[in-house]
């Protein structure tokens, strides 16, 4: 059958729809955890830095979750009110704020730390293609994992 030049228009055709449809089933899937700790996948992620840094800049922040500072505010408004982070002005450059974990935010990763454990059994992958899909992400994104 003769291929059109319109095929490459075909959803069938593109990676960018299975991706976007992986991602959204997986958020799906992370929802019903993160409901019993009280976080979106979003907050639950920019917790994800914080547990790991305790403080870091907004702007590295921002280039660590991929999110915008339209993105971030509102999110990191959030966590401040829940008492897990809170925001402050550099004490080396006002114009940089820094976002720093508190104690309730520590804790909070002994409710979160199951989470991983749980979403890897929500997979149709073995480790081996899990560890094989996670390289394969992290090298469209241009980045070594």
């Known amino acids: ?4 030049k319109y095929d490459a228009l075909k959803l069938e055709n593109q990676l960018c729809f299975p991706l ?13 955890f993160l409901d019993e700790i009280g976080l979106t ?7 994800m830095v914080m547990w790991e840094r305790k403080s870091v800049n907004v702007k590295e922040l921002g280039e660590c979750l991929y999110l915008d500072s339209g993105t971030l505010t509102p999110l990191l408004k959030k966590l401040e009110s829940k008492g897990y982070v809170t925001r402050m ?3 080396k450059d006002e114009r940089n704020l820094v976002v720093a974990i508190t104690e309730d935010g520590e804790k909070l990763k002994d409710k979160a730390v199951e989470i991983p454990y749980q979403i890897a059994g ?8 899990g560890v094989q ?3 394969i992400l992290y090298k469209i994104l241009g980045k070594t994992p």
């Open 122 to 129: 929500c997979t149709n992958l073995t480790p081996e293609e």
């Open 89 to 91: 002005r550099s004490d």
């Open 41 to 47: 996948y979003t907050q639950y992620i920019a917790m």
């Open 1 to 4: 059958m003769k291929q059109s």
């Open 133 to 135: 899909l996670y390289g």
């Open 20 to 32: 976007y449809a992986c991602s959204r089933e997986i958020v799906k899937r992370y929802k019903p």
